[in-house]
């Protein structure tokens, strides 16, 4: 492949556990729309000439919002919020995981 | 809140300046005081002076949120469609489905967008999609979506691009003043947790030998630095990719330095210091594993993995550590 992608420092600064992701993609559904490498925060897809690509895999934070905008349904992903206190606090109420957050810098 | 807007007068017209209360308002809810209301009333605003065909920004309710935005869209003429997120910030309310595809089907009617507006286009925050499925929203109003920018200050440069966000733009990241900005909120409930803790160490120094001293307190206090602050802020720059590994990491070398300084490894004291280096690097990790909530690049299916090895031996490494120390200063093992 001729196109060479400029690693960012953000690349390479934070890095998660690898082969945990629930993203599977079925390329026979996909249309090449573009949606999802428009919604995802991580960059984990690339399009290239009409073919999606999934060069980032690791880097999946299963926020569902690919799955949730495919129109054909080609991705899929179980998605949840990975936050620590929010699974022990549904296991003690045997509860959906519930997180607490109040971060502002996103709008 | 619920009436529609016919007339362009009714619409309340919003700032881009923020006042010294916003500011201190932005800053009692990042230390967790009184943050449950910090909420703007869900509707259509006007910023700057828009008209028929200026473009619609959606966003949450939460007033940081807002005030940010806000702030951010100085010289612009637009509409702000704003969702009823019971006051949460746009990201954790598309994952709780608040930001969703009904509430903004829901908006759109109620403030009768179709009648202030010409065109069918919104423009969403990009971290609202995991919440919203955009051609429903097509499908059930006739408005067509845009995700916009991860972050509120690219939204000019985002406009002035025709409508077309960076590569950069479309990926969220954690600076090191994002990590600062949240070190607050992992700090005060660590240092609330400690009151009983502290409880503990007073009644325990009613009968034991050894009292608990001014050198306890202070590794104490390291392991809660190290989880909450030093892990927090040096994440990249610590090894290891797992969080409880990382707060493990700050918090054996913490309790190290610290009991290096108070003649720790002195024969006398070596009990007590196996006790605290079991204990403190425990509770450590654990407050680092609790800030996977507060990043932006951990999956559920990998907090629950590292959750699954970790949270055991925490358990255990902290408990054995407890019984030794308490043990040791009942029975006066060690006086300095
Ligand atoms: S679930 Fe989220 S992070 Fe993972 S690939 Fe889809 S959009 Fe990207
Ligand atoms: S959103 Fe679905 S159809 Fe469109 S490129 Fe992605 S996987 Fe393919």
Known sequence: MAMTVKKQPSDRQHRYLKNVTTLTFDSEKCTGCGLCETVCPHSVFELNEGKLYLTNKDACIECGACALNCPTKALFVNPGTGCASAFIFGWLTDDEPACDCSGGGFC | ?336
């Open chain 2, 1 to 336: 809140m619920e009436n529609t807007y016919s007339d362009k007068e009714s619409i309340a017209n919003v700032p881009t300046s923020l006042t010294t209360c916003d500011m201190l308002g932005a800053w009692k809810v990042r230390l967790g005081i009184g943050r449950m209301n910090y909420t703007v009333n869900p509707g259509l605003y006007s910023v700057g002076n828009p008209h028929r065909e200026s473009p619609v920004l959606v966003s949450a309710n939460y007033k940081l949120t807002f005030d940010i935005l806000r702030k951010n869209l100085a010289d612009l003429d637009c509409w702000l469609l704003i969702l009823d997120t019971k006051g949460v910030n746009v990201w954790c309310a598309a994952g709780k489905g608040t930001f969703g595809t009904d509430e903004l089907v829901h908006r759109i009617d109620s403030v009768g967008l179709s009648k202030v507006v010409n065109h069918r286009n919104l423009i969403l925050p990009q971290l609202g999609a995991p919440g919203i499925n955009a051609h429903e929203i097509t499908a059930r109003t006739g408005f067509s979506v845009t995700y916009g920018p991860v972050r509120a200050d690219d939204i000019q440069a985002y406009i002035a691009e025709g409508y077309n966000a960076t590569r950069e733009m479309r990926r969220v990241k954690f600076t090191f003043t994002d990590r600062l900005v949240l070190t607050p909120m992992e700090l005060v409930p660590a240092v609330k947790m400690s009151l009983p803790i502290m409880g503990v160490m007073l009644i325990t120094n009613q009968f034991a030998k050894r009292p608990f001293g001014k050198s306890d307190i202070a590794a104490y206090a390291g392991a809660i630095l190290t989880g909450s602050v030093i892990t927090p802020l040096l994440l990249p720059y610590i090894p290891g990719k797992a969080f409880a590994w990382k707060g493990l990491v700050t918090g054996l070398m913490g309790t190290i330095c610290i009991l290096g300084a108070s003649k720790g490894f002195k024969k006398e004291n070596r009990l007590m210091s196996a006790g605290q280096l079991l204990l403190f690097p425990a509770f450590s990790s654990f407050l680092a594993l609790n800030f996977t909530g507060a990043t932006t690049y951990t999956s559920p299916s990998g907090v629950k993995k590292e959750m699954k090895r970790a949270l055991p031996l925490i358990i255990g490494a902290g408990a054995v550590g407890a019984a030794i120390v308490l043990g040791s200063h009942f029975l006066g093992k060690g006086k300095k």
